[in-house]
């Protein structure tokens, strides 16, 4: 880059996009890289206070900030990604299709510790909506050396760090556990919210079946409904250590192999994974999910409707943010739950 005065620019080129603030009016480039200075445009650049610019000289072994940022943005982008044009030298991503969103931490760390190179993003496994904003790249500097984005590159190898996994669980059937349900003594409540939050992830309940007490009659239940062969099983209730909660025990006897019982997620502690041979998942959902606005089936269901095995160590990384702080106003998943 060549350093020279502003009143001297006529004619030169500019090497960056030069922004003009006008608070509560404007906020955006007003000179865009490319731009031939000419003679009308001094006195603008003068107010915005741009008594130097600089022009850009091609040097061998450094990138100009746009083609870093064209560099660093195909580290990371997949084909359910959208991309900003180049604006400023930096680029954004946004979700081109509803799914559930993973980063390689690893690999996004060692590329953020480089130095001059930046990759900010939302939280990963999360679900996104079409639309949500994913990330954003850029380097510090105008021009930067060439081999620091080539160590960036080594870092992230062939796959790209970012990916949105897509919704592939369409069916579901539901277990109703508890005999003051099926005697019809209280309304059953729980069923509605868990039909809402599985059509919120396109998936269907193609069938229901009260099953009562007892960990003979919910493993039939189950057995029952694994017979319509839906990509998923529901449990509702049963989940607490009462001598009448016998739905662990009853997924257990189904032949079903439990991944994990209990989960350090509040509310939902007591859910239930497992899975049959086939890969079918069936979970246990303790009643919380009946009433409380988040827990830990909202974090559960993208991972599961994306086709995500559950292991034990999944659930345990989720006590760290998994603690609801119970907020007056919900407005999750604006918020720190599951993050």
């Known amino acids: 880059m060549k350093l020279i005065n502003t009143v001297d620019a ?3 080129v500019l090497c960056h996009d030069l922004t003009q603030i006008i608070r509560g009016e404007y906020k955006d480039a007003r000179f865009r ?3 031939v200075v000419r003679e009308e445009d001094i006195p603008v650049l003068l107010s915005m206070g741009k008594e130097h610019l600089y022009i850009y000289e091609v040097t061998p072994g450094m990138l100009h900030e746009n ?3 064209e560099r660093l943005c195909a580290l990371c982008i997949n084909e359910r990604m959208d991309r900003s044009e180049v604006k400023e030298g930096k680029i954004e991503l946004k979700a081109a ?3 559930f969103f993973r980063i390689r931490s690893e690999a996004l760390l060692g590329i953020n510790s480089i130095g001059e190179i930046i990759i900010a993003t939302r939280r990963g496994n999360c679900a996104v909506r079409k639309g949500d904003k994913l990330a954003a790249m850029r380097v510090i500097p105008l021009i930067i050396e060439e081999e620091k984005l080539q160590a960036a590159e080594k870092i992230a190898g062939s796959d790209p760090i970012f990916e949105i996994l897509p919704y592939v669980k369409k069916t579901a059937c539901i277990v109703i556990t508890g005999s003051e349900v099926k005697k019809g003594l209280i309304q059953d409540t729980f069923t509605p919210v868990v039909i809402d939050k599985l059509k ?4 269907e309940t193609i069938g229901t ?3 009562g007490d007892g960990v003979e009659n919910v493993k039939n239940a ?6 319509k062969k839906p990509d998923l099983i529901l449990c509702t209730g049963g989940m607490s250590v009462d001598p009448d909660d016998n739905t662990p025990g009853g997924i257990r006897a189904s032949g079903a192999n439990v991944v994990c019982y209990g989960a350090p997620v509040l509310p939902g502690a007591m859910f239930l994974i497992a899975y049959f041979e086939d890969g079918t998942p069936v979970c246990g959902l303790p009643g919380c999910i009946m009433h409380a606005n988040a827990t830990v089936f909202d974090l559960m269901l993208p991972r599961l409707a994306a086709g995500l095995p559950i292991r034990r160590e999944d659930v345990a990384a989720m006590g760290e943010g998994g603690l609801c702080l119970g907020c007056k106003e919900c407005r999750y998943p ?3 739950f599951g993050r």
């Open 209 to 211: 079946v009260q099953s």
């Open 67 to 69: 083609d870093a940022a």
């Open 334 to 336: 604006i918020c720190p």
């Open 33 to 35: 890289k490319g731009h």
């Open 222 to 227: 189950i057995l029952s409904m694994r017979e």
């Open 97 to 99: 299709e509803n799914g």
């Open 200 to 203: 919120a992830y396109g998936i």
């Open 10 to 12: 006529v004619g030169h």
